[in-house]
Every structure is written in C-alpha cells, then in structure tokens.
C-alpha cells in the first residue's frame, strides 16, 4: 500500500541518517546526534520539497520515526550493559519492499471510528470485523500485516480489572522436561499437546518448495518462493495459535481455582533425564512459605520454617 511505501522509506532514511552520524563520529572523534528532534526536522523538509510525501499523513510518517528511535535505544543499552550479541538487539536495518511486514501507527488524532468503520488520516477508510466490542474508546492504533498476508488492527484502551472471588487454595507450577506444566495439583497439570509433532508434514514440504526455489544473494524471491513462504508461515502461525489458546486456557484456569501461584523457571540440563517435576512443582511452595500438603486444600495460616539439609 501507498502509505506504507512512504513510512517504509522515511524508516529507512533514518537508517542512512543514523549511520552517517555514526560513521562521522567514529572518524572524527565527534559527538553528533541522531534523535527524534533531528529526525522530525529532516521529515518536515522532505515533506516540503517531496509531493508523493506529501500525499501521506503526517501522523503515522512521524510515529515511524518514534518507533525507529526506541529500536535504536534499546539497542544502544544492549550494547552499553554489554550483552552478549546473541542476546543484543540490533541496530535498526533497512526495510526491503519486498521481505519488511507493512505496520502503521496512529495517534488519537490521526483515526476516529464511524458506524463500524476505521477512518484513518490520509483518506483510508478501513472496513473491521470486530473480534469484540472494545471496552472504551481507544487511545492509538496499529494497522499490521502478519506473514501470511492477514491485516490486523491492534487497539490500545484502558485495561479493565476484575476481581476473581476467593479460593483459598495455593500451587506450586515447573515448567519443561516431561510436561509443558507440572504441578502441585494433578488436575491442573498441562501435559504437550504434540501440535507441532502433529503437523510438521506440512511445513516440511514447504521447506522443500522453498528450497527448490531459493533466489540467489541479492535478488528478489520469485512468486512461487514468495507463495511457498506464505504457506509456510500459514503453517506455523496455525500450530502457534493452537499452543496460545491452549495455555491461556490453561492459565485462566490456573489463575481462577486459586489464590497463590509459586512457580519455577529453572531448568539445568543435568536433570532433563530425572522424574523432577512433581517434587520441584512442591518445593516451590517452600520456597514461597507455602505449606505442600495443603496445594489442593486451603492455604496454611503460617510459614515454614526453614530446616538444614
């Protein structure tokens, strides 16, 4: 679409410009700047002298380049805490016409809702089936396309709290080796759902298809790469929403049937091979001054006291 055409392009032009910085400074030893202050001046300019930027909103060119500075800082404080680089965010890279996802955000005043409809700024109007009713008006919006060709519109409102009633009960929850879960309840326990088992025949197969068409580094991925990829993706995005509802199923469940959740995110290699779960699911409730025997009744009214090993 147009619109992202335009944001696409001053995304990257904020790439140039924040590499040309970098490289001024790293050969002069000076201390320029690449901040949303300069970054909206060279906007305002191109918007001046350029008609096809001009046709655009300036609202979702101007959010373009707020996302471009807080990808960019949160990769400088990678780099400043001295992360290791697989786990460093990257430096913000260039936007391929042909690979980069389409996202556009607007402010409030750059969209209204009208009988149903999404009017955005620039004279898109967008036609949304509602998943639900939004429970108040909503503050921003982001227009996105996912991998396999699907747009969305994510809105941001007032989160609503409601309050659960009482339970009294208490668990213990670990995560990994044998289950995706295990606790302290059998009840509550969340065994693997095998969905990525179940349905790697296709993905393998468009693993192959994209194999056999496989562009060469530097050119463009043919129609039937770009169609085999999409496949691909449709694939993957089925199995990861298969897990999503599964586990908030699962959580909710977890969340309504009691007050207090000890949970264990430690998972040392050592014991992958060991019947580990239900005992670390048990100890976490000691760790958390919870009494193990009362996992599936009431909670205890004191704490444990701690005993030498």
Not at 159 to 164: D, F, I, K, N, R
Not at 216 to 230: D, L, N
Request: glycine share 8%; aromatic share 6%.
């Amino acid at each position: 679409m147009a619109e992202w055409d335009r944001c696409r392009w001053v995304w990257n032009e904020c790439v140039a410009k924040s590499q040309a910085v970098h490289l001024y400074n790293k050969a002069t030893g000076g201390k320029r700047t690449c901040g949303p202050a300069q970054l909206d001046r060279m906007l305002t300019g191109a918007r001046r002298t350029s008609p096809w930027l001009r046709e655009g909103s300036s609202v979702p060119q101007q959010q373009i380049i707020r996302d471009f500075g807080r990808s960019r800082i949160r990769s400088q404080q990678d780099i400043k805490n001295r992360l290791s680089p697989a786990r460093r965010a990257g430096m913000p890279k260039w936007k391929k016409k042909r690979e980069a996802l389409p996202t556009l955000n607007y402010t409030r005043r750059g969209f209204r809702l009208k009988d149903g409809q999404l009017d955005l700024a620039g004279g898109i109007v967008l036609t949304v089936v509602w998943s639900r009713e939004l429970p108040a008006a909503p503050s921003s919006v982001r227009v996105y396309q996912d991998s396999t060709g699907h747009w969305y519109a994510s809105f941001v409102v007032p989160a609503v709290v409601e309050p659960l009633s009482q339970t009294g009960a208490v668990i213990g929850v670990d995560w990994g080796v044998k289950e995706t879960a295990t606790t302290t309840s059998e009840a509550h326990d969340l065994p693997h759902a095998q969905y990525g088992k179940k349905a790697k025949e296709k993905p393998t197969r468009y693993d192959r298809m994209m194999a056999r068409r496989k562009p060469k580094t530097g050119q463009a991925g043919s129609r039937g790469y770009r169609e085999a990829k999409r496949l691909r993706a449709k694939a993957h995005q089925k199995v990861a929403r298969q897990r999503q509802d599964t586990g908030r199923k699962w959580a909710k469940k977890v969340v309504t049937d009691h007050d207090v959740l000890a949970v264990e995110d430690f998972k040392p290699k050592f014991l992958i091979s060991s019947p580990r779960d239900k005992n670390s699911a048990r100890v976490m409730l000691v760790r958390a001054g919870l009494n193990p025997a009362g996992a599936e009744g009431v909670r205890p009214s004191g704490v444990l006291p701690r005993t030498a090993a």
